[in-house]
């Protein structure tokens, strides 16, 4: 008689809820942060023609080098850093998690942040430190100094811009974090391109930082790339949990040739960063909206009645992300990524209707 899954399946997986991605056909697609923009025209041909080319029968380069010294160049990564490619840079949460995952290694992220954090830990069978941030989504550095001298995490995740609020921590309090660690701390700048501030210029002068990005929100979240940047002492072991050849040959020749076109790359974020700025204002004006500040593609606001305007807005065909219920301080909170200047509209213009009907 076979066991059943109660048997075979760990009590901490069984209880997890999948990662759940909402149908999102035909819907003005505002939930997951993506790049609204597709590629220009002759860049779609010039990539066509690699795919074509592409040898598809052989194993892709297991050490990416020419996509290294690409996002090397693209990203200003120190030369005397090192650099790990994962598969969007959850894979590189996974490789890091997995390498310390000791019997009895912690975990430490902030609350509320990008959940992967916690939930691969999970998976890995770690503990995961949660410690909550201050009422306006700030640090609280010595709760942090507290819990990470208790706990003496292996790995401290900070997200920066932090996920789903959208604001840059204190970049002092991540320094004290830093020098208060015991082990490595990932600056997770997968927002980079929206954002004012930078930990990578960091890695010189902190051999315990790690900083992490990802192309995912830049326009090619389709290809799966995400990047780790720090000291070899640290990466050479992290890559022995990678699988072999976890960047396929499509992404690599994909991603090298889009990084080619830096112009385009930044054009694409600044009008990102023009449009946050006039739907953050159209929220500002909207009576019981209340938007956080916000360095990345995003604006997590809070409402007064955010499952039923989460709702209206479905009807609408507008999709966002409902975060009530997620965390107790996000409380009647929704998140919208910033479309395009047409799709924003559409969404403040039901947004406005939903909250008129509240
Ligand atoms: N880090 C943060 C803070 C994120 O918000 C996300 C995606 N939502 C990721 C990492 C993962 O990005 P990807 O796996 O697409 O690189």
């Known amino acids: 008689m076979s066991k059943r899954p109660e048997e075979i399946i760990r009590d901490e997986i069984r209880a997890?809820?999948?990662?759940?991605?909402?149908?999102?056909?035909?819907?003005v697609k505002l939930d997951a942060m993506e790049n609204p923009y597709r590629l220009p025209a002759d860049l779609q041909v010039e990539i066509a023609h690699l795919a074509e080319t592409a040898a598809l029968n052989r194993y892709p380069d297991p050490a990416a080098a020419r996509l290294k010294s690409r996002l090397r160049e693209a990203m200003q990564i120190p030369a005397d850093a090192d650099v790990l490619l994962g598969n969007g840079s959850d894979e590189i949460i996974q490789m890091l998690i997995m390498a310390a995952a000791r019997p009895g290694t912690a975990v430490l992220g902030v609350e509320p942040s990008f959940v992967m954090f916690r939930m691969i830990a999970t998976f890995c069978g770690v503990r995961f430190v949660g410690v909550e941030l201050t009422a306006d989504f700030m640090l609280d550095v010595e709760r942090m100094l507290a819990e990470i001298a208790r706990h003496q995490p292996a790995l401290i995740f900070l997200a920066y811009p932090n996920n789903p609020t959208g604001n840059l921590f204190d970049a002092d309090a991540v320094r004290r974090i830093m020098e208060a660690a015991p082990g490595l701390v990932v600056?997770?700048?997968?927002y980079h391109a929206f954002a004012d501030a930078t930990f990578m210029p960091r890695l010189v002068d902190h051999p315990n930082l790690l900083v992490m990005r990802t192309l995912s929100k830049l326009g090619l979240a389709g290809l799966r790339l995400g990047i780790l940047c720090g000291r070899k002492a640290w990466l050479e072991h992290v890559d022995k949990v990678r699988l072999p050849y976890n960047i396929n040959v499509l992404t690599q020749l994909i991603a090298e040739k889009v990084l080619q076109h830096g112009d385009l790359l930044r054009?694409?974020?600044?009008?990102?960063?023009?449009?946050?700025?006039?739907?953050?204002?159209?929220?500002?004006?909207?009576?019981?909206?209340?938007?956080c500040p916000t360095q990345a593609n995003f604006i997590l606001f809070r409402t007064t009645a955010a499952n039923r305007i989460f709702d209206r807005l479905k009807q609408r065909g507008i999709l966002i992300k409902n975060l009530h219920?997620?965390?107790?301080?996000?409380?009647?909170?929704?998140?919208?990524?910033?479309?395009?200047?047409?799709?924003?509209?559409?969404?403040l213009d039901a947004l406005k209707d939903a909250v008129n009907a509240a």
């Open 16 to 27: 997890l809820a999948a990662y759940h991605v909402p149908e999102s056909g035909g819907m």
């Open 187 to 190: 600056v997770d700048e997968a």
């Open 267 to 291: 054009q694409q974020a600044a009008a990102i960063k023009a449009e946050r700025a006039r739907v953050f204002n159209g929220l500002q004006n909207m009576p019981g909206i209340r938007p």
């Open 325 to 347: 219920g997620a965390h107790p301080a996000l409380a009647e909170c929704l998140r919208a990524t910033i479309g395009t200047p047409e799709e924003n509209t559409r969404f």
